[in-house]
């Protein structure tokens, strides 16, 4: 049930137009039954309809800035609601990368037995910082700055993906068919022999790289998300904002 506050402007508005009618009228009543000289009916009418539209035009004005504030309040909301909508989008990105991921133990596994898996296009799931900024009037600028990094976590992750799958297939791939090493039970030393220590190692140090950066974000974004949306409760608690269940 939403508070009386918020209509407080349309109820001040009716209680002034009350009142402006019931000065009026003891007012006329006063002057018919009283021995007032003219003049100073003039002088009471005058005052009347002064302190009337006075406070009609504040009543009017208090409405405006009651208006103003619930559009900001709502445009606000909607920013809030949209930044954890993009952590929401980046955590399951990131959860369908982990759950190929997890099937490979090794750092052996991850270099010559992961497949390269592209992932979609990501950059339309961005931060809009520019409507977050009403967070800096509310002198919660350091969120404003942890979305910031946390948006470039994620990018520099799925960048990472990328920056491996097309060094494991331009170069670890062929390497791998070129000297039949493709399912071959070999020790490190062998594979490292036959392919050499620039791709051996690359391709072990790229997916240890790519795994370290995909993991970090994935903390990284449930705990941004759990901080953002108990910000936006706190600065709206009435309010309804984006829920999101960890599968």
Not at 112 to 122: G, H, N, R
Not at 191 to 199: A, Q
């Amino acid at each position: 049930m939403k508070s009386l506050r918020n209509y407080q402007p349309e109820i001040f508005g009716v209680i002034v137009g009350l009142a402006i009618l019931n000065i009026w009228y003891l007012s006329s009543v006063a002057i018919e039954e009283s021995v007032v000289p003219k003049s100073y009916d003039y002088v009471i009418r005058a005052f009347t309809v002064a302190v009337g539209g006075f406070i009609g035009a504040f009543s009017a004005f208090r409405l405006k800035k009651h208006e103003e504030y619930k559009i900001d309040k709502n445009k606000q909301k909607s920013a809030l609601n949209s930044a954890l909508f993009v952590l929401i989008r980046q955590i399951n990105a990131i959860q369908c990368v982990t759950r190929d991921f997890d099937k490979y133990k090794t750092s052996f596994d991850r270099g010559f037995s992961l497949p390269a898996m592209k992932p979609p296009d990501y950059s339309a799931v961005k931060q809009d910082v520019v409507n977050l900024n009403f967070l800096v009037e509310k002198d919660k600028a350091q969120m404003l700055m942890d979305l910031t990094i946390e948006q470039e976590r994620f990018e520099q992750a799925i960048s990472a993906i990328g920056i491996r799958n097309e060094f494991y297939v331009n170069e670890v791939q062929p390497a791998l068919s070129f000297h039949d090493l493709n399912g071959k039970p070999l020790l490190w030393s062998e594979f490292e022999e036959k392919l050499g220590e620039r791709l051996f190692q690359g391709s072990i140090n790229g997916a240890e790289t790519m795994y370290g950066l995909v993991y970090a974000s994935e903390k990284s974004l449930q705990d941004k998300y759990t901080d953002l949306r108990k910000l936006a409760k706190e600065l709206f608690p009435n309010e309804k904002f984006l829920k999101w269940v960890k599968m």
